[in-house]
């Protein structure tokens, strides 16, 4: 709503006004107009414009787009005042500007582009608005008397360091972190959130010492939407008491013992999209097994993860390769080489012993000639 009122406000005849107000008349423009092609996610023509030291970058004056003092020479001003059918045209989706903004966005320029730190706060909480919707979870009711058991089981929970918080003011949903606390949290410590079912959504128990006999608990949780219980001792047998889990949409089984039977029980929990499986007994075959029956679910068994890092290393291998010298030996001294001292020369590395000696060589490289290592492959000729 706020910028609505600021879009009409910033409609009003420039003669009947005093100094444009930026946050009032200009913010609510470049976030409605501009932004999506100038802003956090994408810069078009390296045009960056959700915050004043973006859009006035230190040290880089010859390339501002918005010159203050002078719209005339500001390429911000020509380009959202050239003709619709021009593809230069700024905004490139959407209708143009108008004549009054347009003229609004010139005489804030002409006027020294005033940009206040209010303003930049102001887009800042207009786009998070924007990017962060109201969270919303259809929970059951919850009487007096469950109240009060939430309440006696968040401040238990609270007393032995584990983190329990609501998910955001607008909802009574809750979530609760007990992977702080690693081995201390064990299958006594999951008991205590059964009276958090009404209200409990994620969950992350994760390297905890929870076991298969404790699973029965996370079980009794039926409003969950998000387990995590990474590198914890849950197995098949601790994966099938998830099934009363109706809206479990995110598990995160990573370095437990899951296996294809689990997989399949816990593939079959009818929101469920996304499962992390990496590090488990979970085989490609059981991947295979659960696709046909339920499509919907994501199982992440990170086999990409090991390619990426045999990757890495192979570069990193030619990498060090490449620039290892071709000598052991300077050739200016005859003494044993300092690597931080090179050159490249005719395609090889030539290192030395010290800087002189470096200096020496690129100085007069034919004097040392014979000294240096013969290319790799090259023939001799006859």
């Excluded at 976030?31 to 045009?47: A, N, T």
């Excluded at 719209?71 to 490139?92: H, K, N, T, V, W």
Aim: charged share 30%; with cysteine; proline share 5%.
């Amino acid at each position: 709503m706020r910028i609505v009122v600021s879009l009409l406000l910033s409609l009003v005849p420039l003669a009947a006004q005093a100094k444009i107000d930026f946050q009032k008349q200009i913010a609510p423009l470049l976030v409605s107009r501009c932004i999506e092609c100038h802003g956090p996610k994408e810069q078009k023509g390296d045009l960056r414009l959700d915050s004043r030291a973006f859009a006035f970058l230190e040290g880089e004056e010859d390339m501002w787009s918005i010159i203050t003092k002078k719209p005339d020479e500001s390429e911000f001003i020509y380009r959202i005042e050239l003709p619709i059918d021009d593809e230069d045209i700024m905004p490139a989706k959407g209708e143009p500007l108008s004549k009054e903004q347009q003229a609004l966005f010139r005489q804030w320029i002409k006027e020294g582009a005033d940009w206040p730190a209010a303003g930049d706060k102001w887009i800042a909480d207009e786009l998070a608005a924007a990017v962060l919707p109201k969270i919303t979870f259809e929970l059951p009711e919850v009487s007096a008397e469950q109240t009060k058991g939430i309440d006696k089981a968040i401040a238990a929970l609270r007393d032995k360091g584990i983190v329990v918080q609501q998910v955001a003011a607008d909802t009574n949903a809750v979530e609760v972190n007990m992977s702080l606390l690693r081995d201390k949290v064990t299958d006594a410590e999951l008991a205590l959130l059964r009276p958090l079912a009404p209200v409990l959504v994620w969950l992350n128990a994760s390297r905890t010492a929870v076991t298969d006999d404790g699973a029965k608990h996370l079980g009794a949780l039926t409003q969950l939407r998000r387990l995590n219980v990474a590198n914890t001792k849950i197995g098949d047998k601790g994966y099938s008491a998830l099934v009363p889990l109706k809206q479990l949409e995110y598990l995160n089984a990573y370095g437990t013992a899951l296996g294809d039977d689990g997989l399949a029980i816990v593939a079959s929990l009818p929101k469920l999209q996304k499962l992390y499986a990496w590090q488990t007994k979970v085989s490609r075959d059981g991947v295979k097994a659960i696709k046909d029956h339920f499509a919907r679910v994501e199982v992440d068994l990170g086999d990409y993860v090991e390619e990426r890092l045999a990757a890495a290393k192979k570069e990193i291998a030619a990498r060090a390769e490449r620039e290892k010298p071709a000598n052991k030996i300077c050739p200016v001294t005859d003494k044993a080489i300092d690597v931080a001292h090179f050159v490249e020369h005719e395609g090889q590395r030539i290192a030395f012993c010290c800087p002189k000696c470096k200096a020496a060589f690129q100085k007069d490289p034919a004097k040392f000639a014979a000294k240096l290592p013969k290319k790799k492959g090259k023939k001799k000729k006859k």
